[in-house]
């Protein structure tokens, strides 16, 4: 790891190469030992690895909780399986399933993703093609919805 530094504003100021064509700065209050850059740098390293959510998590002292088990959510099997398991109907109009166009099966969250809903068998159902959309619409408007009350709240004299 390659490292240049300069020191304006009485602030020391590291530029690191870091693997796959990334670069880092790390800045130094005056005074601060090197035990103290190696903490904050590996705390930036970990940042770097563990992506946004895993290092919010991190520090709040909480690991991330593994997945048991990866499922691919276009497998024909998991499809096929809950489609029979729903009598051959979509979950949310019951009406039959078509090979292709609109009526044709999707695998959906009951609990939207977003809205904390987990990857679990529990948690799928066969959903035709056009309730599928439907349902992520209606999520993408309730998101909207909900950053412009934020907004909203956020906002001046309000």
């Given at each position: 790891?390659?490292?240049?530094?300069?020191?304006?504003?009485?602030?020391?100021?590291?530029?690191?190469?870091?693997?796959?064509?990334?670069?880092?700065?790390?800045?130094?209050?005056?005074?601060?030992?090197?035990?103290?850059?190696?903490?904050?740098?590996?705390?930036?390293?970990?940042?770097?690895?563990?992506?946004?959510?895993?290092?919010?998590?991190?520090?709040?002292?909480?690991?991330?909780?593994?997945?048991?088990?990866?499922?691919?959510?276009?497998?024909?099997?998991?499809?096929?399986?809950?489609?029979?398991?729903?009598?051959?109907?979509?979950?949310?109009?019951?009406?039959?399933?078509?090979?292709?166009?609109?009526?044709?099966?999707?695998?959906?969250h009951k609990k939207p993703k977003m809205l904390g809903g987990t990857n679990e068998r529990s948690n799928l159902a066969a959903a035709c093609r056009k309730c599928n959309q439907s349902a992520g619409r209606r999520m993408n408007a309730a998101k909207q919805r909900k950053a412009m009350g934020a907004e909203r709240s956020n906002?001046?004299?309000?």
């Amino acid at each position: 790891m390659a490292a240049t530094s300069i020191q304006p504003y009485g602030m020391l100021l590291r530029g690191f190469a870091l693997p796959h064509g990334r670069s880092a700065i790390a800045i130094s209050p005056p005074g601060e030992n090197a035990l103290g850059r190696r903490l904050r740098q590996a705390a930036a390293n970990a940042r770097l690895d563990l992506g946004s959510r895993s290092w919010s998590l991190y520090q709040k002292g909480r690991e991330p909780t593994p997945m048991k088990k990866k499922l691919k959510f276009n497998s024909a099997k998991v499809r096929s399986e809950l489609v029979e398991i729903q009598g051959g109907k979509c979950y949310y109009c019951r009406e039959p399933f078509t090979e292709t166009g609109p009526k044709q099966a999707t695998l959906e969250h009951k609990k939207p993703k977003m809205l904390g809903g987990t990857n679990e068998r529990s948690n799928l159902a066969a959903a035709c093609r056009k309730c599928n959309q439907s349902a992520g619409r209606r999520m993408n408007a309730a998101k909207q919805r909900k950053a412009m009350g934020a907004e909203r709240s956020n906002a001046p004299g309000v």
